[in-house]
């Protein structure tokens, strides 16, 4: 009743089903927008986004790091639930997947960009057909993907596990690929479901001249390389938003945007080899200090072991970032875009990945039992249209051995912290504070 009901109000009939298309960054900090006026950098088109969509301001990535957060949103579970407890996981064979629940409603369904929810797959192979893991094997009609990275210059991606070789910006390479999937499916009246998923703008950095020139002199060139990523990101969705105009269907598409974790520190960490063998890692570091301020961040860490920390701060001040249990780990810009049935405006209310399968289900008429029974997200479609009061169901949080809730719209993560983790380590590796290294 609550997708007739939602249908019904913004005017488009309950037969008409609406395109979905979701958009995820890689490592975007929640500050890194035109809109939430971040220093240097303009996003033009996801600040138009923001203007005429609704701007979620306490969005919730479901863990802060990239593989739980991506099984959370094709599950709508706690990444504990998925098999996708860390980083490189994959997730669980069993899972009830929202690329299939759109599917078996008649859409077709595409992936493009970073998977990352299969284990390392063979080396020299971006995704293979033989993982079990890869999106054919959950839900998606069709793919071009890859297990993980892929920046500015050649690279390879995999059609439905056939690589195939790219030249250019990886952001606007997917994205363009993923407009032409759309309007093939437009010929054939079928409405599509298309997750893009970014491989930007995750570290190391590899922007364009053209778009990493305004910054140069005012921060050096790894934060400048990150900045043009985001630009480039935010040129594809330009690009995107144009194309759905241009197709004739951006009235009926929702667009939705985030990220997967929060952004990379401002901190340089250092990591080197003791005199016995044992890989160490010195944070906090200043080790951009002592080396050439021209490097690329990926010279700078292969010749010098020193992962630069990046400038602007990319939370915003929030506390922690990437990899951290606090807001600055999990909160993330986010943007839904639906002209047919979102009237511009912002939201406070917390809200989260594990939430985006429920409410897909009641905007697009998929099928309840669609999602596992046992779920942790919660349907806010109706945040589409008013502020609730109060998250009456907490949002959980875990990851590191520690766990968190949040509950009441006017709780963050400060103020609701039940555990925390220790901080993330390897057996093979000593983490050394700044102040005690010699």
Known sequence: MLALTILAASGVSADTKPNVILLMADDMGWAQTGYYGYPLMKTPNLDEMASSGLRMDRFYAAAPSCTPTRASVLTGRSNDRTGAFRVGHSINKQEKMLSTAFRDAGYATAHFGKWHLNQVGPKGHPL?????????????????????????????????????????????????????????????????????????????????????????????????????????????????????????????????????????????????ESPEGERQVIYPSSCSDEIDPNLTSLEARTLHGCYRGVD????????????????????????????AGIKPRVSNFPSGTVDIFPILIDVAGL????????????????????????????????????????????????????????????STSSVIPANSRT
């Open 312 to 339: 602007p701060d990319s939370t915003g001040h929030l506390r922690g970032f990437k990899k951290d249990f606090y807001e600055g780990g999990l909160r993330e810009p986010t943007i839904v875009e639906w002209p």
């Open 128 to 272: 293979s057909a033989d993982d079990p893991h890869n999106p054919g094997q959950l839900g998606f009609d069709y793919w071009l993907s890859a297990t993980s990275g892929f920046d500015l210059g050649e690279f390879e991606l995999s059609r439905n596990g056939k690589r195939e070789q790219f030249h250019g910006d990886g952001s606007q390479v997917i994205v363009t690929e993923a407009v032409k999937y759309i309007g093939n499916q437009v010929a054939k009246k079928k409405p599509v479901f298309v997750v893009i998923w970014y491989s930007a703008p995750h570290g190391p950095w590899t922007a364009s001249d053209e778009d990493i020139e305004p910054y140069l002199g005012k921060v050096d060139r790894t934060s400048a390389n990150m900045l043009g990523e985001i630009v480039a990101i935010d040129r594809s969705i330009g690009y995107l938003r144009q194309s759905l105009q241009d197709l004739g269907i951006a009235d009926n598409t929702l667009v939705w945007f985030t990220s997967d974790n929060g952004g990379t520190p401002d901190t340089d960490t250092l990591v080197r």
């Open 367 to 426: 099928s309840p039992d669609s999602i596992n029974k046992v779920h942790d997200g919660i349907s806010l479609a109706g945040v589409f249209k008013h502020e609730p009061v109060r998250r009456e169901q907490p949002l959980g949080f875990r990851a590191s051995n520690g766990w968190i809730t949040i509950g009441k719209s006017s709780e963050t993560l400060t103020t609701r912290m039940k555990m925390l983790s220790p901080p993330m380590s390897c």
